[in-house]
């Protein structure tokens, strides 16, 4: 472990006048934060850097120490209390304490107890032993009373303004590390801390150092509205990690038996509720890992009013990631496709879903203020390229011809209209309730090409059935008509296989990137069904380079089972 003093001196003995009248009964060190004393924020990052002992000056309602450290103890570390009859300021605080230093303490770091930082402190003291220094101030660039010259050599040469000197200006963090040999040279007197650096300074002008702070994290909580403020910042509750039973209890439902849904995917988990009336629900719990997860509520509202089939949303807490959501049952498009009659009317219903999905207008969505995901644009397109390359090609040579093929997806679906798409619109996210499509997983939807999402469907590589072929015609023909498509036949069929040579290159470049790298073995399955895709679907739109590539791919894996 680096060595670190062992002895810390926690100044606690202030007034707190500038935060009253919160601390007319409470120490200002003791203020609560994220339900525990502010000042062990810095104990904890002490005792973590090697403190074992901490010494705490007390003064102004000295009891309230007493009661916070009752055995004396912080984790592994010694609590010493030394009561202040008369407040000795900082100077007269440290000679204080100078009587309980031991021999080992070679060094005693002090810290303000109403500072709240995140340096590093065990570079400090690294800092501070090989410069050999009697006293290291912990400093920052920027702050409210810059009044700390510090050479580039990184000597301290003046405080306060008080020796004239002209070096670069910092500000003193209320953290500093000092020799045994300082702390006992220091007077029993009243008076700040500050006048004994400056003596130090001008007996030996090198025994003073700076050390730069740089962490994102220094407060010293000068008013009531900073202290609120930075309270209200650190208490917020942390997206998703409430627990499902409490969540749903909040709500006034418990959790059904054996209710956690095995689909729980990017940050999103789901169980099933109950109400004491029998009225059930859907929790969904959500964290912060996708920034489209915080759409969802809002998104789903704002479809119900356009008349699309979504879930209706009941009630939902976004600062603590809860969802409830209308109970549509279990039965999804994936479960019917997987019988032996085709369900072509909830297919039918889906395609109709998308395309009043396709319809919604620009206003609707930015009315509600809904700011959705990056459009397709050239960027995102060829993002999805690139995701197949790593992913699916991982160590082929550049291929150009490849490449090309792949950037002449992207020119053709840039032409066509821009309207709101699904952008996962596959059978596992259409739920089906008499013989009714309903649309679920929307969360990333964006501006882009209609295509993209009847692609999705038609070529969907979770859906394994040997007469899917033929299914496909009539799914083409079904989104064709909902559609209104004015041109002809061949370009609406060019187009789907265009856009789903897009959707297949990004789903197989998921289905790799989550099997291989994730250990998701469940999504590496898929990946033979979606490149097979893949390869019909380019054959179709004449892109032969990455049909073959496809193909190849496919060889690959069947050899190396």
Request: net charge negative.
């Amino acid at each position: 472990m680096t060595k670190f003093p062992r002895t810390a001196f926690i100044l606690g003995a202030g007034l707190g006048t500038r935060l009253r009248p919160l601390t007319e009964n409470c120490p200002k060190p003791l203020l609560p934060l994220q339900g525990k004393p502010m000042v062990f924020q810095a104990l904890e990052k002490l005792e973590k850097a090697g403190v074992r002992r901490f010494i705490i000056n007390t003064h102004h309602c000295a009891e309230k120490w007493e009661q916070v450290f009752p055995e004396r103890k912080f984790r592994e570390a010694t609590i010493e209390l030394v009561y202040e009859p008369t407040l000795l300021d900082t100077g007269g605080g440290l000679a204080n304490i100078a009587r309980l230093l031991q021999p080992e303490d070679e060094s005693l770091i002090i810290w303000n107890g109403d500072i709240l930082s995140d340096c590093d402190v065990q570079k400090a003291a690294i800092h501070h032993y090989d410069n050999q220094a009697d006293v290291t101030l912990i400093v920052r660039e920027e702050g409210p009373n810059k009044n700390v010259c510090i050479t580039d050599d990184g000597l301290v040469t003046d405080l306060r303004h008080r020796l004239g000197k002209k070096d670069p200006l910092y500000q003193y963090t209320g953290i500093c590390i000092v020799s045994q040999k300082f702390v006992q040279q220091v007077p029993t007197t009243i008076e700040s801390l500050v006048e004994s650096f400056l003596r130090a300074l001008e007996k030996s002008p090198e025994s003073v150092q700076g050390f730069l702070d740089t962490s994102p994290l220094w407060h010293d909580l000068g008013t009531i509205e900073e202290y609120q403020a930075l309270k209200t910042e650190w208490e917020k509750p942390v997206r998703g990690a409430i627990a499902a039973e409490q969540a749903a209890s909040l709500l006034g439902y418990h959790l059904l038996e054996g209710s956690v849904q095995p689909k729980g995917g990017s940050g999103r988990l789901y169980h099933r509720l109950q109400k004491n009336s029998g009225e059930t629900a859907i929790l969904c719990l959500y964290d912060d890992s996708r920034p489209e997860n915080l759409l969802y509520g809002k998104l789903a509202q704002t479809l119900k009013r356009a008349g699309i089939a979504v879930p209706n949303v009941l009630a939902e807490d976004e600062p603590q990631g809860i969802l409830i959501l209308e109970d549509l049952g279990t039965t999804d498009l994936w479960t019917l496709a997987q019988q032996p009659t085709f369900p072509w009317p909830e297919y039918a219903s889906a395609i109709t879903e998308i395309t009043k999905l396709h319809q919604v207008k620009p206003e609707l969505i930015h009315t509600a203020g809904i700011r959705l995901m990056d459009s397709f644009d050239e960027k995102l397109y060829a993002w999805e390229h690139q995701y197949f390359t790593d992913n699916v090609l991982v160590g082929r040579k550049h291929d150009r011809e490849l490449q090309k093929e792949m950037s002449s997806l992207t020119k053709v679906l840039l032409a066509q209209p821009t309207v709101l798409i699904h952008r996962d619109f596959q059978s596992q996210n259409i739920l089906i309730r008499n013989q009714q499509a309903w649309l679920i997983d929307f969360q990333g939807a964006r501006w882009g090409c209609a295509f993209y999402d009847y692609a999705s469907l038609a070529f969907d590589p979770y859906l394994q059935r040997p007469d899917i072929d033929s299914w496909r015609i009539e799914m083409e023909d079904q989104a064709r008509e909902t559609s209104g498509w004015k041109g002809s036949l061949d370009e609406f069929s060019q187009l789907l296989y265009t856009a789903a040579t897009q959707r297949l290159l990004q789903a197989c470049g998921a289905y790799a990137f989550l099997g291989r790298k994730k250990g998701r073995a469940d999504f590496l399955a898929h990946l033979p069904r979606g490149l097979r895709n893949l390869q019909q679907a380019a054959s179709f739109c004449g892109k032969r380079r990455i049909a073959d590539c496809a193909e190849e791919m496919l060889t690959n894996l069947k050899r190396d089972r």
